[in-house]
């Protein structure tokens, strides 16, 4: 009895204490840019239908090579190359489903720990056809100056189809 609770007490201050070690991303919604930000909302979309056409043709793919195996199983060559089993038919009805797209464009886009996915990466890097298509506020002006760490956590500011956000 007391080793439950001695642990019940313990996970009870892991939980308290967690959320002051945790970092957030942000933006700094107090240091807005000077001239309005460009819309870069075509490119994104650009980006993530680029993203979810891979993702689909790997699917396919993948759906066609287990396709060809398991129609060829009659053929003694096909067989030997293929090895079709139950197992197989199982990944098959896997990858049919809509849950073998949503990983596999979370492969393609998601991938990474918050903030750093590959789609952030894409957003803080990309080099946008519009001039001013993100804002970060220097270090200076930052309501962050005292506190220097924090700076490293904010995300640019980026406008999407006329909404702003941050691109963590």
């Not at 001239?35 to 759906?63: C, F, H, M, Q, W």
């Not at 904010?154 to 702003?164: M, Q």
């Amino acid at each position: 009895m007391k080793l439950k609770l001695i642990t019940v007490i313990f996970l009870f201050v892991i939980l308290l204490v967690r959320p002051i070690l945790v970092v957030a991303f942000e933006t700094d919604q107090y240091n807005l840019p000077t001239i309005p930000l460009a819309d870069i909302g075509d490119e994104v979309s650009e980006y993530t239908e680029r993203n979810i056409r891979e993702a689909v043709e790997k699917v396919n793919k993948k759906i066609h090579e287990f396709e060809r195996c398991s129609k060829s199983l009659k053929l003694e060559e096909a067989r030997r190359k293929c090895d079709f089993s139950r197992k197989d038919s199982e990944k098959l009805a896997y990858l049919r489903s809509d849950d073998a797209i949503a990983k596999a464009v979370f492969n393609e886009m998601g991938e990474g720990i918050i903030p750093f996915t590959k789609a952030s990466w894409w957003l803080e890097r990309h080099k946008f056809r519009a001039a001013n298509s993100r804002y970060k506020t220097n270090f200076k002006d930052s309501i962050y100056i005292t506190a220097p760490f924090n700076y490293l956590t904010i995300s640019s500011n980026i406008r999407v189809y006329g909404k702003e956000f941050g691109s963590d």
